[in-house]
């Protein structure tokens, strides 16, 4: 075996927190850390007065971003809203676009988003034991539409690469809402103009 292979290894996953042990890539993102994504501003700026929630963790395995090696990953998106619309993530495209992308559902409640840059969009439910295909060119985010936290196991190619810019400025065709007590999907008001 040539000296620059790298050893196999196994790791620990808790389904019921989405930790993975060991990690060495762990990220919290607050609602700080997602300025404007939330259509409802006001809210998002009572809600940063009143403690800037911790919208969901990250726990991902790093092994070299390199072709060739995948990274296993977890999210964890705790319960709640910004106005009316679910907890999510950022969102994001492949900074290569030409990667994919799987999730499995693992507890909670949870919506998968998906758009593309020529206006596509698409959304399904993730719920324990919901396995999505993301194909190449689809920008994904997730949505925890229940009352626990929502976490899903993911797994893509080492070197695709995170663009949030494009979300950033763009943001996704479609909102997931509460109405009436139930998620709903309503078009998004600012849709390809920054926000
Ligand atoms: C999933 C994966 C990760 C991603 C995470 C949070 O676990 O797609 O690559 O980092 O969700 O999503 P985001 O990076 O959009 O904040
Ligand atoms: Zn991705």
């Known amino acids: 075996m040539p000296m620059n292979h790298m050893q196999p290894f196994s790791l620990e996953l808790d389904f019921q927190t989405g930790i993975i042990r060991p990690c060495n890539n762990y990220i919290e993102r607050r609602l700080s850390d997602m300025p404007g994504m939330y259509a ?26 390199e072709n060739g090696h995948l990274l ?50 698409e959304s399904m439910p993730v719920v324990p034991g919901t396995i999505t295909y993301i194909p190449p060119y689809w920008a994904h985010r997730t949505v925890n539409v229940g009352s626990e ?8 190619p080492a070197d695709a690469g995170h663009d949030y810019g494009t979300i950033e400025s763009e943001g996704f065709p479609m ?11 309503v078009p998004n008001p600012t849709y390809g103009r920054p926000a």
């Open 40 to 65: 409802d501003h006001e809210a998002e700026q009572k809600a940063l007065q009143g403690g800037d929630p911790v919208i969901y963790q990250v726990h991902q395995y790093d092994v070299p971003n």
């Open 72 to 121: 296993v990953v977890t999210s964890t998106i705790h319960a709640g809203k910004i106005g009316d619309e679910y907890h999510m993530t950022k969102g994001h495209y492949h900074a290569r676009r030409d990667t994919a992308e799987v999730y499995v559902g693992l507890q909670g409640q949870g919506y998968l988003l998906l758009c593309t840059e020529e206006g596509g969009f």
């Open 149 to 156: 936290d929502f976490i899903f196991f993911g797994v893509y």
């Open 175 to 185: 909102l997931l809402v509460q109405r009436d007590g139930v998620p709903t999907l």
